[in-house]
């Protein structure tokens, strides 16, 4: 069972982590398509639970569209990360826990394929022939984007997974299932007791 409370502390983590996601964003946004937003979603979508995440993201995206007002870039902020997060939090989570490269090479290929997944996008707005001209002119910012997420990867990703795994569980952490558990543990040893006097008893009726 899920634990889906917002406790005091949760709370807290959450606008902390957003507000880290959004003002590295815009400590950064002088650089072309350099940016920490897709490791962090990354590493979040790893650590905490999909519902925590996912309130992260609209939280973030919120920020964005107060902060530089409505755009193209908007809605496919709204699309984009929420699809981000689910696909590594269900799909792609155990493969990187167990080999971080993987992550990596998501990060990679996501960069590379920013511009091309926001196309979509474009053609609501502008239709085929201007999203066509949006993609081929941001097509050299794709080819940073991606380079710049793997060296970003490969730089950060084992420090902070090494401290996430052993922060994060504490806040998070589900104490209704440890109680269950501990529970039915106990629960088992005098079955187990039981089950030996029973096969003691017909072993000694067997000799007579």
């Known amino acids: 069972m899920i634990n889906y409370k917002f406790t005091t502390i949760r709370i807290v983590f959450i606008a902390i982590y957003t507000a880290l996601i959004y003002s590295l964003q815009v400590a950064l946004s002088f650089l072309p398509n350099v940016e920490l937003v897709t490791f962090l979603f990354l590493i979040g979508a790893l650590f905490m639970p999909l519902w925590a995440i996912l309130t992260v993201a609209i939280c973030f995206n919120v920020l964005e569209f107060v902060t530089y007002g409505f755009g193209d870039w908007v809605v496919f902020y709204m699309i984009i990360w929420p699809i981000f997060v689910l ?22 290929v996501f960069g590379f394929a920013f511009g091309t997944l ?13 999203a066509m001209a949006y993609w081929i002119a941001g097509f050299s910012f794709d080819l940073i984007h991606g380079v710049a997420n793997m060296l970003i990867g490969v730089a950060l990703i084992i420090p902070v997974m090494k401290v996430m795994k052993s922060y994060i569980p504490k806040i998070f952490k589900n104490n209704t299932n440890i109680k269950i558990e501990t529970k039915s543990s106990e629960d088992e040893k005098p079955t187990t007791t039981t089950n030996t006097r029973i096969s003691t008893t017909s072993t000694k009726q067997q000799e007579i």
């Open 87 to 108: 696909l590594i939090n269900l799909v792609f989570k155990k493969a990187i826990l167990k080999h971080w490269w993987i992550g990596v090479i998501i990060m990679t």
């Open 118 to 130: 926001n196309t979509g996008v474009w053609m609501m707005f502008y239709g085929v022939s201007g």
